[in-house]
């Protein structure tokens, strides 16, 4: 049973930095990615970053780039998404989840089989 543990959420200025970690177990082998999305109130889930396990290819939202930088530990199977500069329209739940095999679209939330439970992030002005 795969299970996905986030963490590192909180509240933050903006302009300040956040790093969310996520923790994979059940996981059997490499052909998967590990991704976020985000949901903020009254919008839908909307995709932010996602890294290939295989070798390590990462895709980002534009809205994120340059900010937002993922990565992995493949010994730990844990993901991690540092983000700096962060904006008030950050603001949502942070969602890690995994995509196995590579069917369907990476940006979108149903491409994706397993899903944490989520995180708040609140970046004040």
């Known amino acids: 049973q795969v299970q996905l543990v986030e963490s590192g959420g909180g509240l933050v200025q903006a302009g300040g930095s956040l790093r969310l970690s996520c923790a994979a177990s059940?996981?059997?082998?490499?052909?998967?990615?590990m991704g976020w999305f985000r949901q903020a109130p009254g919008k839908e889930r909307e995709f932010v970053t996602t890294?290939?396990?295989?070798?390590?290819?990462?895709w980002y939202a534009d809205s994120v780039k340059g900010r937002f930088t993922i990565s992995r530990d493949n010994a730990k199977n844990t993901v991690y998404l540092q983000m700096n500069s962060l904006k008030p329209e950050d603001t949502a739940v942070y969602y890690c989840?995994?995509?196995?095999?590579?069917?369907?679209?990476?940006?979108?939330?149903?491409?994706?089989?397993?899903w944490g439970q989520g995180t708040q992030v609140t970046v004040s002005s």
């Open positions: 989840a995994v995509r196995v095999g590579y069917g369907g679209v990476l940006d979108r939330p149903h491409s994706y089989n397993y």
């Open positions: 059940g996981l059997s082998s490499s052909s998967y990615s």
């Open positions: 890294i290939s396990w295989y070798d390590g290819r990462t």
